[in-house]
């Protein structure tokens, strides 16, 4: 599964960038340089790439091991329709048309607003549950399994289904594997008219387990409402949730109670009873930037980071400021472990209070910067994904939303860019040689670039939705002494990097990265 390693002479790209330059000079011996280059902020802000089509609303985003990205959501014209379609779009091909596939979808379940994890063994993509018409009538649930092979890009119905129909479901992959689902609803309130019957709005509250075979067991004794059900802030609705360092789940609900689900057996549900970040929203997007430490951001332009390292209650602090209230806004852990936030208004799904400005916390500082501005405003349905090149991709809006985004734009993070505000892509390390086999936790393993290595990362692949992505998770690598080859440790166990798929970056002295290999992390075969 893993992408094929291009081993690059090192002489090849010194004799190649000595080209590069001397073209450069002569460029620009006869032309004055582009105005543009002058006084370029990207190497301090970041900077975006231009807006471009998508064949579909990418209001789900994941990316698969062999560095493209699974995508569902619309149809073509960008109204619900993910019964019809779905997509795929390779990122080394560009922006262009020619990169993005749109793909039919034959199971015959509507994967709108569906669950997703990618499987550890196999590097496919687990869609759980979705939409469904009932009398004409959309945004009803189903209880259907499916799974995406990014190898022959096909979308199969599973024949074990869930026992429970979820809709806004979240899937959480565990440290051997299995994925839990929690939350979602399960059926829709409709009044009814002479010649559509009512139906009664119901959650689903009860967690369900899917084993690597494909069986589920239900967590009946793990039944509540409060912590992914009906009640509180409508907690069913994409529950934020991940595994914690000991192996448990931790839920961080809309309306700011935390919860303990141990998920063997028939299940238990503990609530920590002193943990109460204030200001949550169903709206706002919450991400683990680190082992056992998650940033969530919070109603009145407030985030908090939650720290589930301890055994006793996880502790709350305030960060600095955000510019910004963002509902319906995305963050996502950038390639050096600062959390990007864009898109999102203080208005909820509206253009009224939305920003084009995106913005930076750093966990080392505690504070917030000003990033680069896009073009167009994400709302409600898009999604942002780290990608192995360093960069982030932030599509979709709309289905429904006061704009119909049949787009993406691309952020470039500051690490790309030369830092002499010549607004240029700096020069690439290049990973000459990494794992092609699985590692395992706590282990030894090298890897070789063509530069000095001045530092490692290692970020899970994300699987992004509804402006909340629970796989993405960031790990600093120490290095015991620099080189062009390193020996480094994976992260210590599987409860604080499940079993999958992770890029690795490397880092020059200039601070840029490598374009990231896509390593597995598991159990040996
Ligand atoms: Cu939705």
Same mark, same amino acid.
């Given at each position: 599964?893993?992408?094929?390693?291009?081993?690059?002479?090192?002489?090849?790209?010194?004799?190649?960038?000595?080209?590069?330059?001397?073209?450069?000079?002569?460029? *620009?011996?006869?032309?004055?340089?582009?105005?543009?280059?002058?006084?370029?902020?990207?190497?301090?802000?970041?900077?975006?790439?231009?807006?471009?089509?998508?064949?579909?609303?990418?209001?789900?985003?994941?990316?698969?091991? %062999?560095?493209?990205?699974?995508?569902?959501?619309?149809?073509?014209?960008?109204?619900?329709?993910?019964?019809?379609?779905?997509?795929?779009?390779?990122?080394?091909?560009?922006?262009?048309?020619?990169?993005?596939?749109?793909?039919?979808?034959?199971?015959?379940? %509507?994967?709108?607003?569906?669950?997703?994890?990618?499987?550890?063994?196999?590097?496919?993509?687990?869609?759980?549950?979705? %939409?469904?018409?009932?009398?004409?009538?959309?945004?009803?649930?189903?209880?259907?399994?499916?799974?995406?092979?990014?190898?022959?890009?096909?979308?199969? +119905?599973?024949?074990?289904?869930?026992?429970?129909?979820?809709?806004?479901?979240?899937?959480?992959?565990? =440290?051997?594997?299995?994925?839990?689902?929690?939350?979602?609803?399960?059926?829709? *309130?409709?009044?009814?008219?002479?010649?559509?019957?009512?139906?009664?709005?119901?959650?689903?509250?009860?967690?369900?387990? +899917?084993?690597?075979?494909?069986?589920?067991?239900?967590?009946?004794?793990?039944?509540? %409402?409060?912590?992914?059900?009906?009640?509180?802030?409508?907690?069913?609705?994409?529950?934020?949730?991940?595994?914690?360092?000991?192996?448990?789940?931790?839920?961080?609900?809309?309306?700011?109670?935390?919860?303990?689900?141990?998920?063997?057996?028939?299940?238990?549900?503990?609530?920590?009873?002193?943990?109460?970040?204030?200001?949550? +929203?169903?709206?706002?997007?919450?991400?683990?930037?680190?082992?056992?430490?998650?940033?969530?951001?919070?109603?009145?332009?407030?985030?908090?980071?939650?720290?589930?390292?301890?055994?006793?209650?996880?502790?709350?602090?305030?960060?600095?400021?955000?510019?910004?209230?963002?509902?319906?806004?995305?963050?996502?852990?950038?390639?050096?472990? +600062?959390?990007?936030?864009?898109?999102?208004?203080?208005?909820?799904?509206?253009?009224?209070?939305?920003?084009?400005?995106?913005?930076?916390?750093?966990?080392?500082?505690?504070?917030?910067?000003?990033?680069?501005?896009?073009?167009?405003?994400?709302?409600?349905?898009?999604?942002?994904?780290?990608?192995?090149?360093?960069?982030?991709?932030?599509?979709?809006?709309?289905?429904?939303?006061?704009?119909?985004?049949?787009?993406?734009?691309?952020?470039?993070?500051?690490?790309?860019?030369?830092?002499?505000?010549?607004?240029? *892509?700096?020069?690439?390390?290049?990973?000459?040689?990494? =794992?092609?086999?699985?590692?395992?936790?706590?282990?030894?393993?090298?890897?070789?670039?063509?530069?000095?290595?001045?530092?490692?990362?290692?970020?899970?692949?994300?699987?992004?939705?509804?402006?909340?992505?629970?796989?993405?998770?960031?790990?600093?690598?120490?290095? =015991?002494?620099?080189?062009?080859?390193?020996?480094?440790?994976?992260?210590?166990?599987?409860?604080?990097?499940?079993?999958?798929?992770?890029?690795?970056?490397?880092?020059?002295?200039?601070?840029?990265?490598?374009?990231?290999?896509?390593?597995?992390?598991?159990?040996?075969?």
């Amino acid at each position: 599964m893993s992408p094929q390693l291009i081993n690059f002479n090192p002489l090849i790209k010194l004799i190649r960038n000595f080209l590069f330059v001397l073209f450069l000079g002569l460029l *620009f011996s006869s032309n004055p340089p582009p105005a543009l280059a002058i006084g370029s902020s990207a190497h301090l802000t970041g900077a975006f790439g231009p807006l471009h089509n998508w064949p579909i609303i990418p209001i789900a985003m994941m990316l698969m091991p %062999d560095g493209k990205i699974f995508a569902y959501g619309s149809n073509p014209n960008g109204t619900q329709g993910a019964k019809m379609y779905y997509a795929t779009w390779d990122p080394s091909l560009g922006t262009g048309g020619s990169a993005f596939t749109l793909l039919q979808n034959t199971t015959n379940t %509507d994967i709108f607003c569906a669950g997703h994890s990618i499987i550890p063994a196999t590097g496919q993509a687990l869609v759980v549950g979705g %939409d469904a018409l009932v009398n004409g009538i959309r945004n009803y649930a189903n209880s259907d399994v499916n799974i995406f092979d990014p190898v022959t890009s096909t979308l199969i +119905r599973q024949s074990q289904q869930m026992a429970y129909k979820r809709w806004y479901a979240t899937s959480v992959t565990s =440290p051997t594997g299995e994925h839990i689902v929690l939350g979602g609803r399960n059926d829709k *309130f409709f009044a009814g008219t002479p010649t559509k019957p009512a139906t009664t709005a119901s959650y689903s509250p009860i967690p369900e387990v +899917r084993a690597a075979n494909g069986s589920w067991r239900s967590l009946t004794n793990a039944s509540d %409402d409060y912590a992914y059900g009906a009640l509180g802030a409508s907690s069913w609705y994409y529950p934020r949730a991940w595994i914690d360092p000991r192996g448990k789940i931790f839920i961080l609900s809309h309306f700011d109670a935390a919860y303990k689900l141990d998920y063997s057996g028939m299940g238990t549900i503990t609530q920590y009873q002193t943990t109460r970040p204030k200001g949550g +929203r169903f709206e706002l997007p919450s991400v683990m930037f680190a082992p056992g430490k998650i940033l969530s951001l919070r109603r009145n332009k407030t985030a908090v980071v939650v720290d589930i390292n301890g055994n006793g209650d996880p502790t709350v602090t305030l960060t600095g400021a955000p510019s910004a209230e963002r509902l319906y806004g995305s963050a996502t852990i950038l390639a050096d472990g +600062r959390v990007w936030v864009n898109g999102g208004s203080s208005g909820g799904n509206s253009l009224t209070g939305a920003t084009l400005t995106s913005e930076i916390w750093n966990p080392a500082t505690n504070t917030w910067t000003l990033a680069a501005s896009a073009s167009t405003y994400r709302l409600y349905h898009s999604a942002s994904i780290l990608l192995p090149d360093g960069s982030v991709m932030t599509g979709g809006g709309g289905a429904p939303g006061p704009l119909t985004q049949l787009n993406g734009e691309i952020y470039y993070p500051s690490y790309l860019y030369k830092k002499d505000g010549s607004g240029q *892509f700096d020069y690439r390390p290049e990973i000459v040689a990494a =794992p092609e086999s699985i590692i395992g936790w706590n282990e030894s393993f090298s890897v070789q670039s063509d530069e000095i290595i001045n530092r490692v990362t290692l970020l899970r692949v994300g699987a992004a939705t509804h402006n909340i992505d629970v796989e993405a998770r960031f790990f600093n690598l120490t290095i =015991p002494s620099k080189g062009t080859i390193v020996t480094l440790k994976s992260p210590a166990n599987a409860n604080i990097a499940p079993p999958g798929y992770y890029m690795l970056f490397v880092w020059n002295s200039d601070g840029v990265p490598s374009i990231a290999k896509i390593i597995q992390i598991g159990n040996h075969l």
